[in-house]
């Protein structure tokens, strides 16, 4: 399986922040990573797909790049509906695989 | 608007088989654009894909989970399942089911169902 590892495991912010979250992927997964916001008690929501591409409602201060195996996710100016869990996932080859999560707080 | 929800008993004894089922709105299971998933989550933890089945009855699995998981899909109820046997305490999480993108992201979620796996 491939192994999905984000960092850091939490994240202390403030409103207005540029936060960045890494994905590292433990082989190549070309751009075939995914990101997702999940919020106490609800299911994860997608955010963007193919690396980079915003999935259509989701505000411009998302932002998804990198490639093969390290990727990140960064949010231009962090607002208050922000403080969430963020999850990759590659999807090159089956099992489908997640990171950990990346728990941003308030800081 | 898609919408998916998960339906089954919450509480499972060990060594018997978790049967869970998701409704899809607004999307067809005969489409063939999407696949339909399965995926779960622990408490405090991170997800862990099952599998995933497309409209033709052909599915994947985490081999993790093969020999004991099966999928299947009934697109004259618009509904697909999941059945696990030989559960044990480490099967004890929220099961989400998802559309998942013929790529294999995720677009649309279920609200998740809590399954306990306890005598």
């Known amino acids: 399986d491939i192994q999905m590892t984000q960092s850091p495991s939490t994240l202390s912010a403030s409103i207005g922040d540029r936060v960045t979250i890494t994905c590292r992927a433990s082989?190549?997964?070309?751009?075939?990573l995914a990101w997702y916001q999940q919020k106490p008690g609800k299911a994860p929501d997608l955010l963007i797909y193919?690396?980079?591409n915003l999935e259509r409602g989701v505000p411009s201060r998302f932002r998804g790049s990198g490639s093969e195996t390290e990727f990140t996710l960064t949010i231009s100016s962090l607002q208050p509906d922000d403080f969430a869990t963020y999850f990759c996932?590659?999807?090159?080859?089956?099992?489908?695989?997640f990171g950990q999560g990346t728990k941003v707080e308030i800081k | 608007q898609v919408q998916l929800q998960e339906s089954g008993p919450g509480l499972v004894k060990p060594s018997q088989t978790l049967s869970l089922t998701c409704t899809v709105s607004?999307?067809?299971?005969?489409?063939?654009?999407?696949?339909w998933s399965w995926i779960r989550q622990p408490a405090g933890k991170g997800l862990e894909w099952i599998g995933r089945?497309?409209?033709?009855?052909?599915?994947n699995y985490n081999p993790s989970l093969d020999s004991r998981t099966a999928l299947s899909v009934d697109t004259s109820k618009n509904q697909f399942s999941l059945k696990m046997t030989s559960v044990t305490a480490a099967d004890t999480a929220v099961y989400y089911c998802?559309?998942?993108?013929?790529?294999?992201?995720?677009?649309?979620w279920g609200q998740g169902t809590l399954v306990i796996v306890s005598s």
């Open positions: 996932q590659q999807y090159k080859t089956y099992p489908e695989t």
């Open positions: 193919g690396t980079s």
């Open positions: 082989q190549s997964i070309s751009a075939r």
């Open positions: 998802a559309r998942e993108h013929t790529s294999g992201y995720a677009l649309n």
């Open positions: 089945i497309y409209t033709s009855g052909s599915a």
């Open positions: 607004g999307a067809s299971t005969s489409s063939d654009n999407y696949y």
